[in-house]
């Protein structure tokens, strides 16, 4: 992949730059978990690079600050030279590593064409045996595909990506070489993850988004993406065990556990990816990397049809649309476990590594200091 590795390099050497003025000038020190990063450095290697632009949460808010920010001849994008990065390293570590091109081709009308075409065909499937419109299949889901048949195509598909994701993310840590992992760092790492410390521009205001002014919005609409992700998670993991240890079959009852946690998390991954798909339309056009955009939207319209459809057929489940609705809502499902690994949901994975090694890392003391001593 010799044109990967050539964007990769130039990539690196534009975060080498600009790291080296932003290391001069140190304005923006206490903005985010980068700058301190970056003053335990003089210099800035392709394992830095990769570690600060992972580490980076794209807020905006020391582009705004910059003295050197473009018009200036410095031309200095702290969250452009990061984000390519970023995006360069997600096809740098994916596994399998022929799979890695996927990152650049990943757009919204592959991902809608994928979840497409699966829909249909579950809906050809269920044409053919003839109850596409069966009003006797009311609310009886594996009356319409068997219980054990999408256990294992829906394991298959989430596992290969749970497994697709570890290796990428084992590649990454390996090559950065952070050191032993204990307790104290570990908690850190977690608590700012939950919680999205640095999507708060350095002060507690919030991130830039389409001018100077501050807002907690995308905070906001990545903790309900979120959070809304992992109740859907927890309503699957309630269900199976209704389903394996108590022997109780869905459809279940709407107050029921898994019912209520996947309502609740399906509202969330509506709210959160429509925001946060609003504000991706209207972010100031020296923000990241606008290559990188489609990748950004196919994965929130992907969250945004999944969660949509899903909630539909909550809705309708009781109706002769109930068999029509469950193909299409495990279209989107399948095709959004198969993307997974190789779109914008690996930066999660990363910048979760990432926020470790820092909180490994302040903990010991600066190779320039030793150095001074």
Not at 35 to 63: E, I, Q
Not at 80 to 102: D, I
Not at 224 to 251: D, I, N, Q
Not at 291 to 316: E, H, N, P, Y
Request: hydrophobic fraction near 50%; glycine fraction near 8%; include cysteine.
């Amino acid at each position: 992949m010799p044109q990967l590795d050539f964007l990769i390099r130039n990539a690196e050497e534009e975060v080498s730059r600009v790291m080296q003025i932003c290391n001069a000038c140190r304005y923006c020190q206490s903005f985010c978990a980068v700058f301190p990063a970056m003053t335990r450095r003089l210099s800035f290697d392709a394992v830095d690079a990769h570690y600060l632009a992972n580490l980076c949460h794209n807020c905006g808010a020391c582009l705004h600050a910059c003295q050197y920010a473009p018009p200036h001849s410095f031309e200095v994008n702290v969250p452009r030279a990061l984000a390519q990065v970023r995006g360069k390293t997600y096809a740098q570590y994916a596994w399998p590593p022929s799979l890695g091109a996927l990152y650049r081709r990943n757009g919204v009308t592959v991902a809608l064409a994928s979840a497409g075409a699966i829909a249909l065909f579950l809906i050809l499937t269920i044409a053919l045996r003839g109850s596409l419109w069966d009003s006797q299949l009311r609310g009886k889901f594996y009356a319409v595909f068997p219980h054990k048949a999408l256990v294992l195509m829906f394991g298959a598909a989430f596992g290969w990506a749970v497994v697709a994701l570890s290796i990428g993310a084992a590649r990454f840590w390996r090559a950065q070489a952070p050191g032993h992992v204990s307790r104290a760092p570990l908690a850190e790492a977690t608590r700012h993850a939950l919680a999205l410390t640095y999507l708060d521009g350095g002060h507690g205001d919030g991130c830039n988004e389409s001018d100077d002014r501050f807002t907690l919005l995308r905070k906001h609409f990545h903790h309900l993406t979120f959070y809304g992700f992992l109740l859907c998670f927890a309503s699957t993991a309630t269900a199976a065990v209704y389903h394996y240890a108590l022997g109780w079959r869905a459809p279940y009852a709407v107050l029921s556990v898994p019912v209520l946690l996947g309502t609740l998390g399906g509202i969330g991954l509506v709210v959160g990816p429509a925001g946060l798909l609003w504000l991706n339309l209207k972010r100031h056009p020296l923000h990241g990397d606008p290559a990188q955009r489609v990748m950004d939207r196919a994965f929130i319209a992907l969250l945004l049809a999944t969660s949509l459809t899903g909630l539909a057929l909550l809705a309708w489940r009781e109706t002769p649309a109930m068999a029509l609705l469950l193909a299409v809502h495990l279209g989107c499902v399948m095709a959004l476990f198969l993307t997974l690994p190789y779109g914008k949901f690996a930066h999660a994975v990363y910048r979760c590594a990432a926020l470790l090694k820092w909180a490994i890392e302040r903990r010991r003391p600066s190779r320039l200091q030793l150095a001074q001593d």
